[in-house]
């Protein structure tokens, strides 16, 4: 079946433009993740999305990163006024719904790469 | 102190030797852990997940939990070319808190031909 989908693949942008990078899950999982992950480094999270609840903004680094979900489809994650410090790999995951068990079992989709020039 | 944490290597080990990742994790209560795999310029894949003190075997793969150590490990048996990649931890929190796994940095091996 279809795994994690992300768009663009790769995104460059100049310092000080928005950027909207998207996200489209495993059908059927109701969690769904965001994470930055700058060169040579670990993961970044940034925000989680479960079903109809609020979702858990504790990562987003500045009031320049929001993300939408629509139900338990699309997220998209907005980068407002890119800083050339926001350069990172941008990765969505999704899992079933969030027991511990299944919280851990993330499929990650391929990422989208944002240039900050 | 990270809330887990990783040696970040590299560690080389030549083909055929047995590679051993340790992970080690600050919150006592955490009740799940999972071992992701990252080959250069890809995303994370999960290749085990683990949740009782004791071994985990999944063909070449071993994880080890210690909770009361607050430790957890992956031995890779017979090491290949292509495990060479980076290893990265993830601890799910106590159940009650946040609802997201914390990764650690990862350990980057390559396994020498």
């Known amino acids: 079946g279809a795994g994690v989908s992300q768009s663009p693949s790769n995104k460059v942008t100049e310092k000080g433009k928005d950027v909207e990078l998207r996200c489209d899950p495993i059908s059927g999982h109701t969690a769904l993740y965001w994470y930055r992950q700058r060169l040579g480094q670990g993961l970044e999270f940034l925000i989680y999305f479960q079903g109809n609840s609020a979702p858990d903004k504790s990562g987003l680094p500045s009031d320049r990163f929001s993300a939408e979900r629509t139900g338990e489809s699309v997220s998209t994650l907005t980068i407002q006024r890119t800083q050339q410090e926001d350069s990172a790999v941008y990765l969505c995951?999704?899992?079933?719904?969030?027991?511990?068990?299944?919280?851990?079992?993330?499929?990650f989709g391929p990422g989208t790469r944002l240039t900050v020039t | 102190q990270k809330e887990v944490e990783q040696n970040s290597g590299p560690l080389s080990v030549p083909e055929g030797a047995i590679a051993s990742l340790n992970c080690t994790y600050s919150?006592?209560?955490?009740?799940?852990f999972f071992w992701y795999r990252q080959y250069s310029g890809k995303s994370p894949e999960l290749i085990m997940s683990?949740?009782?003190?004791g071994d985990k075997e999944d063909g070449r793969f071993t994880a080890q939990l210690n909770k009361a150590s607050q430790y957890v490990s992956l031995l890779i048996r017979d090491s290949q070319p292509s495990d060479s990649a980076t290893y990265l931890c993830?601890?799910?929190?106590?159940?009650?808190?946040?609802?997201?796994?914390?990764f650690g940095s990862g350990t980057q091996l390559t396994v020498l031909p």
């Open positions: 995951a999704s899992s079933p719904w969030g027991s511990d068990r299944e919280l851990g079992e993330q499929y």
């Open positions: 919150d006592r209560g955490s009740q799940s």
């Open positions: 993830a601890v799910a929190p106590r159940r009650g808190s946040a609802r997201q796994l914390t």
């Open positions: 683990i949740y009782s003190n």
